[in-house]
């Protein structure tokens, strides 16, 4: 089975190299469509482009669907998969770690743990007096 890990492999270094030479390539065709006038490219044989308005058109409306997505779509989701008040889940889930000072000696600092709802609400709106 093999390991998952973030370190570099000579196919990630591959396919690294692979995206950035097609990523500059890219960039390049792009810079030349918008900025080379019509007739030039069309004396050099390429005839066929895409009309000049799409050259500021696409980065437009990319950037309008980032907009969207960042401000409306990626919050929307997180409070659709967030539940709701009044569920278990909001307290606690599987992945907490309750020690309550267990196993601590005398003057000891305890471990990091989650701090139960109930303490914590005993601490912020018990009355000290």
């Known amino acids: 089975m093999p390991e998952h890990t973030p370190a570099p492999t000579p196919s990630r270094s591959v396919y690294g190299f692979v995206l950035y030479l097609s990523s500059y390539s890219a960039l390049s065709v792009y810079l030349v469509w918008a900025f080379v006038p019509d007739n030039i490219l069309h004396s050099i044989g390429l005839t066929y482009w895409p009309q000049k308005y799409w050259a500021v058109a696409i980065p437009i409306h990319l950037c309008v669907v980032l ?25 606690t889930d599987v992945h907490a770690i309750n020690i309550n000072g267990k196993n601590v000696p005398p003057g000891g600092i305890p471990p990091v743990s989650d701090i139960p709802i ?9 009355d000290t007096k």
């Open 67 to 91: 907009a969207l997505f960042a401000f409306l779509i990626y919050p929307s989701i997180n409070l659709i998969m967030t539940p709701p008040l009044h569920d278990v889940r909001t307290i």
């Open 118 to 126: 109930s303490e914590v609400c005993r601490h912020l709106y018990l």
